[in-house]
């Protein structure tokens, strides 16, 4: 059973356009990872997020974990074709993955 | 730093046969880590260790047995490989536990083909 769903499951933007996934549960979570993987390679933690509300800004890049740690988003300001890649987030004891949002910057 | 190596990178088998996947992390780590990863599915648990000489299985472990006889090396074994084991398998470790601000690295895949 996968407790983490992603939304949406993909998104093609074009450069310098704004974008938003998000990651939601059920289930209440004591922190939130995000990982970025490009093509060919593995997973790379971008984030972690520990506190219901907060927010944590990385250059262009905005995560958010919700008030109640059920769910977190990722926002993306201006794209950039390096952006590009499947956007995952995982969390709980065995740090289940959610299936992902690839993520499209068209130049 | 080479940081996560899994060793082969690519590798094609017929139904039946028996292969042994390595995983090698020079980070020092306590926790490594075996996941699958499938379209449309995300990353799934295989098997883990928390340390050496220690295994336990994660979401997914059947059709799967797994060594850890050097803190350094996690070693994932199919002994009769099946169709349905088609995947890229990913290795990772971590400091600690997944769970909190410990961060898994991860190495580069390993595209198994089943026939």
């Known amino acids: 059973t996968q407790l983490l769903e992603q939304s949406p499951q993909f998104l093609s933007i074009q450069e310098g356009e704004n974008l938003t996934v998000y990651c939601n549960s059920s289930?209440?979570?004591?922190?939130l990872q995000w990982y970025r993987q490009e093509p060919g390679e593995g997973p790379v933690l971008l984030v972690t997020v520990v506190t219901g509300g907060e927010v944590k800004k990385l250059k262009r890049l905005t995560f958010q974990f919700g008030d109640a740690r059920k769910d977190s988003s990722l926002h993306i300001t201006a794209a950039q074709p390096g952006d590009t890649g499947l956007y995952l987030c995982?969390?709980?004891?065995?740090?289940?993955f959610g299936a992902g949002t690839t993520v499209t910057v068209r130049a | 730093n080479a940081g996560v190596t899994q060793t082969p990178k690519f590798r094609v088998l017929k139904t039946g046969q028996s292969m042994t996947l390595l995983c090698a992390q020079d980070m020092n780590h306590e926790y490594m880590y075996w996941y699958r990863q499938d379209p449309g599915m995300g990353l799934r648990l295989i098997h883990y260790?928390?340390?050496?000489?220690?295994?336990a299985k994660g979401e997914v472990p059947d059709g799967y047995n797994v060594s850890r006889l050097k803190k350094q090396n996690f070693l994932l074994g199919l002994e009769s490989a099946a169709p349905s084991q088609t995947s890229v398998y990913f290795c990772a470790s971590s400091y600690g536990a997944g769970i909190g601000n410990q961060p898994q690295h991860f190495g580069d895949g390993t595209r198994l083909s089943i026939l």
């Open positions: 289930s209440v979570f004591s922190s």
């Open positions: 260790s928390v340390g050496e000489g220690t295994t």
């Open positions: 995982a969390g709980g004891p065995q740090l289940s």
